[in-house]
């Protein structure tokens, strides 16, 4: 690790598309880009049958491949009160009305603390991580024993809740407070437990005024926000590039004169 190079903080700005002048039913060969990314297909395919692979290429794969993936900071408090702090990049938002968030934690031979913690006491927070504190929550992933509080070891600040036990961590610019909502195990092969997929209701929103845009929105400049790659990889957002979302009601003509009952 020491012959990388030092990590700067990320200076983003705001883009135009990939490919500004494409137009409905343009092929992907009409950028330099894009003729690249259809040529490296030629090098072939490697296809895996999910129901045969080893269960650790499958995991490896999966988050080499699905990325960036967001992550849950969760905070959490047992029934005994003893507190635990945990990142998890199995996360999610799954609605707004009712807002309700996912997190998935892997057993890994037994049931995450985080897991039992939420079951028990039925509420947690997850605290979005952006770049200045990422190494300390990382930190809080150490494997130690269920007695040992990860909040030690971070460094990082304890903030009150409003609706649940469990504290929010103060350096994060974005918090939510989360009532259990469903626990749901999910069963491997042999019918032991592969995962625990805990659903949350968005009960408190905690944003930090200085991430907001003019119209009280997030910004991911001003968030700086940190995703997770495969291996021990994490990524920043790097520069955003905007795409207009296509509106039927405006583009229905253009769409109907040149593509016809091919449409249909």
Not at 27 to 37: A, F, H, Q, Y
Not at 168 to 186: D, G, P, Y
Request: charged share 25%; aromatic share 8%; net charge negative.
């Amino acid at each position: 690790m020491a012959d990388l190079p030092p990590f700067e903080p990320t200076s983003f700005k705001y883009t135009q598309s990939p490919n500004p002048s494409w137009s409905f039913g343009d092929p992907i060969t009409t950028t330099e880009d894009g003729r690249k990314w259809v040529e490296d297909e030629k090098q072939g395919w490697k296809t895996i049958d999910a129901t045969k692979e080893d269960p650790r290429t499958l995991y490896a794969l999966s988050v080499s491949g699905l990325v960036p993936r967001p992550i849950a900071f969760v905070s959490s408090v047992a029934a005994n009160g003893s507190e635990n702090i945990a990142p998890f990049s199995w996360f999610n938002q799954v609605s707004t009305n009712p807002p309700v968030i996912s997190v998935s934690c892997s057993p890994a031979g037994r049931h995450k603390d985080t897991a039992n913690n939420i079951r028990e006491t039925k509420g947690f927070t997850v605290n979005i991580i952006s770049e200045p504190w990422i190494v300390q929550a990382n930190a809080a992933s150490i494997d130690a024993p269920a007695e040992i509080n990860e909040w030690t070891v971070t460094g990082l600040t304890k903030e009150p809740s409003i609706s649940v036990t469990a504290a929010r961590v103060k350096e994060s610019a974005f918090t939510m407070e989360c009532e259990l909502l469903q626990h749901i195990e999910i069963k491997n092969a042999a019918g032991g437990v592969a995962a625990d997929l805990i659903l949350g209701t968005v009960k408190y929103i905690h944003i930090r005024n200085a991430v907001l845009n003019d119209r009280g929105l997030v910004d991911p400049v001003k968030l700086r926000p940190v995703s997770r790659l495969g291996e021990i990889a994490y990524a920043t957002i790097g520069d955003v590039f905007r795409i207009p979302r296509p509106v039927w009601k405006d583009e229905k003509d253009e769409l109907e004169n040149k593509f016809g009952n091919a449409l249909l």
